[in-house]
């Protein structure tokens, strides 16, 4: 979230924008709380099916990138072994 008066990144808390001294609005403080509760929500509650999901997707990933590392270096060994 940006100043309205100057565009400055402001802070995740506070109610002044430390470039310009300016109070924020209303509105941007209700947008500030809104946007940490969404966060706080996402990551306490790690047995939803989105973050299970996801926590897959990187464990797989991961998995296969392992498998093909493997399968390169047996092809490497393979090679050197024939000269």
């Not at 941007?28 to 990551?43: G, H, P």
């Not at 099916?49 to 390169?72: G, R, V």
Request: glycine letters at 4%; aromatic letters at 10%; a positive charge.
């Amino acid at each position: 979230m940006h100043c309205k008066y100057c565009g400055y990144a402001l802070p995740s808390k506070g109610i002044v924008c430390p470039n310009c001294g300016k109070t924020m609005s209303i509105e941007e403080l209700q947008m500030q709380k809104q946007n940490e509760l969404n966060k706080w929500d996402y990551y306490s509650n790690k047995n939803t099916a989105k973050y299970k999901t996801e926590k897959h997707q990187e464990s797989s990933s991961k998995a296969y990138l392992f498998i093909i590392l493997t399968i390169c270096i047996i092809i490497l060994l393979a090679v050197l072994k024939m000269l």
